[in-house]
Nanobody
């Protein structure tokens, strides 16, 4: 599985961005997909995740309500729509795939098996 994240950029506080995660290679859709982010000098942190069929999603508290994760399995794509962006949202954003069979979507990076290269999001104040 190869993942390609894109859509990052520079945006003013209060603005919006939509990140895309394209999946190629073994194109099974039966995997949960998550977004994580890492700011300079900080550990990678969970942002959001969505089940393979899109019926379940979960968000980190700092982004809940402001961010929305959704997927288009026919296009092998997962998206993260980010609105009301804040300077503290500045980070490199990564998408990742979890092949595990879990009752709940994982918030832990170590549960995710494949990672994209990351896309930079910068929010100016």
């Amino acid at each position: 599985v190869q993942l390609q994240a894109c859509g990052g950029g520079l945006v003013q506080a209060g603005g919006s961005l939509r990140l895309s995660c394209a999946r190629s290679g073994r194109t099974s859709n039966n995997y949960a997909t998550g977004w994580f982010r890492q700011a300079p000098g900080k550990e990678r942190e969970f942002v959001a995740a969505i089940s393979w069929n899109g019926r379940m999603s979960t968000y980190a508290d700092p982004v809940n309500v402001r961010f929305n994760i959704f997927r288009e399995n026919a296009e092998n794509m997962v998206y993260l729509h980010m609105s009301s962006l804040k300077p503290e949202d500045t980070a490199v954003y990564y998408c990742a795939v979890d092949r595990g069979l879990r009752l709940k979507l994982s918030h832990h990076a170590h549960d995710y098996d494949y990672w994209g290269q990351g896309t930079q999001v910068t929010v100016s104040s």
